[in-house]
């Protein structure tokens, strides 16, 4: 008898494959070779901004006390680690970030994620009901892949060198008409990534007015969740201090979700949550306890350990570290790629450099592309085919751009570099063959 494969539902058969850039970048990795090819692509961190010691001896002091940290090594509660999220509170309070006092969390609670920032983005999925999102354009793809596999409706509003345009979402908002009944959700990116555009304070404050006054229209709060992925690590003494948009919430309905990623390391999973304590606070919780019951205690005690010892010092490193890197790229992009790049964006905060070209096509069948992933067929540039030449590899825009919105057109000149994996001189090897790449192109036009 013919047996049919598994009945996926149809979010299962929409992740069965791989998104583009999964595709994208696991081509790439297989047969990667240290030494010789460069990735530009991948979001890591800088691994020397890892506190690797530090990280050990909060392992070993965690384990020494278990007064403190109570049994780090079992389960954990729903919440998050009670330690943990005392050491979130303080470090906000203490270090004044973004205007958050004692009293901002009088009506608000935290929860920690089970799996990072991730997690909790992916659990509003599961909690709120499909229809529409408004984010920014360009926007955090990984995220806004997850939610279109899921069935929402992304609207996506082009942003300037201050964050999502308001002006321009107003103008989409009125166009929807009787539809905002189905607006479901705002998610923003302080730290745009892929662009590393900083939403300024005006910008947060008016985004927060007008989804105040959006609810009041609809009879209905509408979260705004903040995404602060990268928001502690502007690392340009000129850009104004970030306020926390906790501090313009009047109605209930602004979400912060922050992340020990960047600060620390990836490897300890650890993201949380700020919001107005109420029914959706209490069904993130929920969530993390359906979907793992808490992320590892002993991660979220050596987080809270690392958060009471030496975390300005730590962030103090790792964003001049990254400033020390922004600067010489930037520099690097101006010398090598010059007359050809029509807009850079970035390089006052986080590690990505997001530029427009003139003329040149980015996407994954262009000679640009093909030329730095030695994908051209041609010997002379790809080199042998058991010693190929070194490859280098970007996010293309056309990744990054609503598939559908503003930016379609503009997003197949526009690519993603990373200068937070690579070292320096990788990084200026991948700009000097990205030079090459844009002058093979040339030759093939003329
Ligand atoms: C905008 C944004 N949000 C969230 C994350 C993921 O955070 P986490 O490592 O805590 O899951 C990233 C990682 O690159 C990111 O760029």
Redesign the pocket.
Known sequence: MKIRDVLLSTYGKASSVPSAVNQLMTNFAVGFRDECDINLGV?YVNEQTIPHQQIQLACEKVLADPRKYRAALNYGGSQGSPNLIKSIKRFYIENRIGGITEETFDSRDIAI?A???????ESITHLLPDGFVLTADPM?Y??CNDLARKGFNIIAVPEDEEGLDTAHLKTKLAALGNQKQAIRFFYI?T???PTCTILSNTRKRELVDIVTQLSYEIGRKIPIFF?N??SDLVHDSNVEPLESALCYDELGIVYE?G????ILA?GL???YLIGPKGAFLNSIIQRTSDIGFSAPLINQEISSYLLDHGIEAQIEKVNKGYHEKAKAVKNWITELLGDGVEACRGGSAGFYYYLTLKQLSTDATSDFFRFLTRTTGKARIDGPSDAQHPKVIYIPGEHCVHPKGEMVEVGKRQFRISYGFEELPQIRKALELMKSAAAYHNNLQS
């Open positions: 979001g994620g799996n990072g920032a991730t997690s909790l983005l955090y990984i995220y990116v730290v745009n990534n995404d992925a990268y979700i992340t020990l990623s960047k990836p999973r650890i993201g």
